[in-house]
Nanobody, 125 residues
Framework: QVQLVESGGGLVQAGGSLRLSCAASGRTFSNNAMGWFRQGPGNNRQMVAVINWSGNSPYYADSVKGRFTVSRDNAENAVYLEMNSLKPEDTAVYYC??????????????????WGQGTQVTVSS
């Protein structure tokens, strides 16, 4: 059974930083795209950052460019999201995602087949 387990969410003040981690088990994703999506109150799930199989080609939402960094460790079967200069509008549930079909950094949620349970990130003003 494939599982993606996120950790690292929490409450932080505006301007602060958090690092999210996602550990995959049940199969390896070293040849597949992985990434992060988020869903805020009243919003649809949105792409935050995704990364290709080798980790050398990330893709970011415009709203997080220059503040967030996505990375992966294929030996650990894990993906990470470093979030700096956090803003209240970053408040959301953050979901880790992994694809069984795509190797490139695909921005569409439909490209991902496995999802974590989500971790809450709350940024206070």
């Amino acid at each position: 059974q494939v599982q993606l387990v996120e950790s690292g969410g929490g409450l932080v003040q505006a301007g602060g930083s958090l690092r999210l981690s996602c550990a995959a088990s049940g199969r390896t994703f070293s040849n597949n795209a992985m990434g992060w999506f988020r869903q805020g109150p009243g919003n649809n799930r949105q792409m935050v950052a995704v990364i290709n199989w080798s980790g050398n080609s990330p893709y970011y939402a415009d709203s997080v460019k220059g503040r967030f960094t996505v990375s992966r460790d294929n030996a650990e079967n894990a993906v990470y999201l470093e979030m700096n200069s956090l803003k209240p509008e970053d408040t959301a549930v953050y979901y880790c995602a992994a694809s069984s079909r795509m190797s490139g950094a695909a921005p569409a949620a439909a490209s991902y087949d496995y999802w974590g349970q989500g971790t809450q990130v709350t940024v206070s003003s």
